[in-house]
């Protein structure tokens, strides 16, 4: 069992920056591949971005790429999403969620999740 926490979210104009955080507890953080999805307004959860257990291999939705960056730090037991230019259309909540290996980008492969945090962006 893991317990996951997110933070790091609020109101920021467009081409502005927020930095997420995921706080787990419980077992072992760094046998987890971990991912950042977001569900906006009438809309399904989508992926954003997963990172390996080790931190070396990390995957990104084309629609954060280039803009979004996923790191973890195994020693802290966090993982974080820096957003940056951010757009209208990242308006959503985040979630950040837990998955035994081998992960993947739908919902369904992971078995933990937080209980997310708003991001909203103003144009």
């Known amino acids: 069992q893991v317990q996951l926490v997110e933070s790091g979210g609020g109101l920021v104009q467009a081409g502005g920056s927020l930095r997420l955080s995921c706080a787990a507890s419980?077992?072992?953080?760094?046998?987890?591949?971990m991912g950042w999805f977001r569900q906006a307004p009438g809309k399904e959860r989508e992926f954003v971005a997963a990172?390996?257990?080790?931190?070396?291999?990390?995957y990104y939705a084309d629609s954060v790429k280039g803009r979004f960056t996923i790191s973890k730090n195994n020693a802290k037991n966090t993982m974080y999403l820096q957003m940056n230019s951010l757009k209208p259309e990242d308006t959503a909540v985040y979630y950040c969620?837990?998955?035994?290996?081998?992960?993947?980008?739908?919902?369904?492969?992971?078995?933990?999740w937080g209980q997310g945090t708003q991001v909203t962006v103003s144009s």
């Open positions: 990172i390996s257990w080790s931190g070396g291999s990390t």
């Open positions: 969620a837990a998955s035994f290996p081998p992960g993947g980008s739908s919902w369904s492969d992971y078995d933990y």
């Open positions: 419980g077992r072992t953080f760094s046998s987890y591949v």
